[in-house]
């Protein structure tokens, strides 16, 4: 069955041009003009993404996509406005759980490669809702073929992470969840363009803030599968740093939920020690080196000494 996108605006000629452009698109298209018409279909229809106006009679997107949220909480949402004022956007994203706002006149390349990524991102979702082990494992593997320079990351991150979690003598159910989490951490990749991803060289301030995002992605993913909320808040601040200057929210020292922090040290290690496309990989005893001069500032301090003390366990797997 085709994945069913909804559009929805209160002007004829826009719901007729944006038929006309996903046409070819491998989904189906399902239109309303307004909000009732919207929620009909949601009661009646799994769908995968809305796309919908913000001033519409009745009711405005804002509000049908925080109605929509009880009715299809797993629909990714996007608003399309020609009124991207900084309050409808903030209106957007925080009552309506907002994927991403885009101002009209689209750009119709801009608008079918969101849609796109949207529809992979709702999938992504029904999937871990119903995923095993295995499944979860080869989803995450699929997300770093976006980038050929990261494979194996995510398995290797979570036996790092799982180690040091073994050395703290957390539970059999946190130790599970840190794995999972481990894997999942750059799910929300998904949304980053692979031109970026596999850029050579630095990124641009521009660019950095689309990655910085992915965070924030792939928490939303898990939350939307109804994961643990220890999987969804180790995915959310796996880029926080000790001293607070990390992303998303800035948090600092303990703070930061401990499954985080664990996943943290394993990411940066397993990033240095393997090429990537601004850099060659490192040796291990520099990245080693690495962690101990940054322990207190992006790393946890107690956690940095239990990971170098169980390094060789790690290796040795």
Known sequence: MADLVLIVDDEVNVLNSLRRLFLDSNFDVLTASNALEAMDILRNNAVSVIISDNRMPAMSG????????SVSP???RIMLTAYADIKSAMDAINKGAVYKF?????KDEELKAITAEAVNKHNMAVSFKRADEATLLSL???????????????????????????ALGLSVQMLRHIKHASWLHDCGKIGVPETILNHQGALSQKQMALVKNHCQ???????????????IAAILYHHEQFDGRGYPAGLKGDSIPIEA???TLADVYDALTSDRPYRVKIPQEKALEFLIS????????????????HFGDMTDD
């Open 74 to 76: 797993e629909s990714v």
């Open 140 to 166: 995450a593997q699929t997300v770093e073929l976006k980038d050929p320079y990261t494979r194996g990351h995510c398995d290797r991150v979570a036996k790092y992470a799982v180690k040091v979690g073994e």
């Open 62 to 69: 804002i509000e049908l996509l925080q109605e929509a949220r």
């Open 102 to 106: 885009i101002a009209k006149p689209w």
């Open 261 to 263: 922090r664990i996943i």
């Open 217 to 231: 992605w792939g928490a939303d993913v898990a939350r939307c599968a109804q994961l643990p909320e220890t999987i």
């Open 294 to 309: 940054f322990k207190g500032r992006f790393f946890d301090p107690r956690l940095t000494e239990l990971f170098i003390k």
